[in-house]
């Protein structure tokens, strides 16, 4: 028998999911409604709508005059990918990773670029590595934010300003939402689909003049896909970052990330948005402190996410049990909320720790997440009533 009352209370929005993300509050199919279909990408109206969708992004983000923004296919993949694959091999490169998506970067540049100096630089899941033992005299490739394991950087602090390398920082579940110095970023990449909530295929890359430089001095070893090409003759290709882009995009989705940034920009921009995504985490934060039978993976309070928040039981009769077992526990929470409505797609990224992830960027409301938490005591009550009638 639980000891924590059915809920009654649901959340008005149960979409938790770490991407794709919540859409934003209020929005409907007709926020599309000036998407020029069936129209080119490349007519006067498809170049405007695009290079508006870069303007907003500088504008909200406050990315440096100086450094150009792209859209460019294949979402954040794609751009950490293009990025790659132009500017690795210049010099050594150390690789940085705590997560699933930093160990895939590590396999890319070892398995396809096959690299011959590479450093990697590992933490596992919950924890940063050792940011001190980075030579920025490399290249250094690292994300800001891990999706899969809720730990990031707090500040960076630990990138030097006059680093001889390039900082290429994968960026996806922390822009829009955590405060990213530019001014240490030579690459900064990110997707529509995490905390504005926008639709998936479609990536941002930012490069600072350093990238830039990089890009027209340097030719890799290995042939460029058509699309991952910026330059031509030795030269950056300047219509990319005026909405040029390399393929076709959606301009669906392209209407739907500027009605985001549109959002963002009347919510109160960048710091605005900062200041919602640590409000929505800290309900969860306040709920774990005050429940012992689940805690942060990143076990570092400073290093903690304020979008992909994950969570683990550390309940003793749950941790006496097999790995498998475990899994299952924490899959059957999920699936208990998501029957009942109250959250869908909690569940712990497949190649992370069992346990829970709750995204709790700006498009969340906090009235939701606190409706949640009571959710989650009554389906890990659920979930133990069954172990000891299992037993």
Request: proline share 5%; hydrophobic share 45%; charged share 25%.
């Amino acid at each position: 028998m639980t000891t924590t009352a059915r809920p009654a209370a649901l959340p008005a929005n149960p979409r938790f999911s770490s991407g794709p993300c919540a859409k934003r509050p209020g929005w409907a199919p007709e926020a599309l409604s000036d998407a020029p279909l069936g129209r080119s990408h490349r007519a006067k109206i498809g170049k405007a709508k695009l290079k508006l969708a870069i303007d907003l992004t500088r504008e909200v983000l406050a990315v440096p005059a100086d450094y150009r923004i792209a859209i460019v296919p294949a979402s954040d993949t794609g751009a950490v990918e293009m990025a790659m694959w132009s500017l690795l091999g210049a010099r050594g490169v150390d690789m940085l990773a705590w997560e699933s998506f930093g160990s895939g970067w590590v396999s890319d540049v070892t398995k396809e670029l096959k690299l011959a100096d590479v450093r990697t630089i590992k933490a596992p899941y919950g924890k940063l590595p050792d940011l001190s033992t980075v030579d920025f005299d490399r290249d250094v490739v690292f994300t800001w934010n891990g999706t899969t394991s809720g730990v990031r950087v707090p500040n960076a602090d630990f990138i030097p300003a006059d680093r001889k390398g390039l900082t290429i920082c994968d960026a996806t579940s922390a822009a829009f939402a955590q405060d990213l110095d530019f001014a240490k970023l030579d690459v900064v990449t990110f997707s529509w689909q995490k905390v504005l909530g926008g639709e998936g295929a479609h990536g941002m890359l930012i490069l600072s003049p350093r990238a830039v430089e990089r890009l027209e001095t340097y030719t890799p070893a290995w042939p460029l896909p058509k699309i991952f090409r910026m330059t031509k003759g030795g030269k950056i290709i300047e219509g990319l970052f005026e909405g040029e882009t390399i393929n076709t995009p959606s301009m669906l989705c392209v209407e739907d990330y500027i009605d985001a940034l549109q959002w963002a920009k009347a919510l109160g921009g960048r710091d605005a948005l900062l200041a919602k995504a640590d409000a929505n985490a800290k309900v969860i934060h306040d709920f774990v402190a005050a429940n012992a039978w689940i805690a942060n993976l990143a076990e570092v309070e400073n290093t903690r996410s304020n979008t992909s928040v994950c969570l683990k039981i550390v309940d003793p009769e749950v941790l006496a049990l097999d790995a498998d077992a475990q899994a299952a526990f924490a899959k059957a929470i999920a699936s208990t909320l998501e029957k009942e409505g109250v959250a869908f797609d909690i569940g712990a990224y497949r190649d992370a720790p069992a346990g829970l992830r709750i995204w709790t960027g700006a498009t969340v409301e906090k009235a939701d997440l606190e409706a949640l938490m009571p959710w989650l005591s009554y389906a890990f009550e659920l979930g133990k009533a069954g172990l000891k009638k299992a037993a």
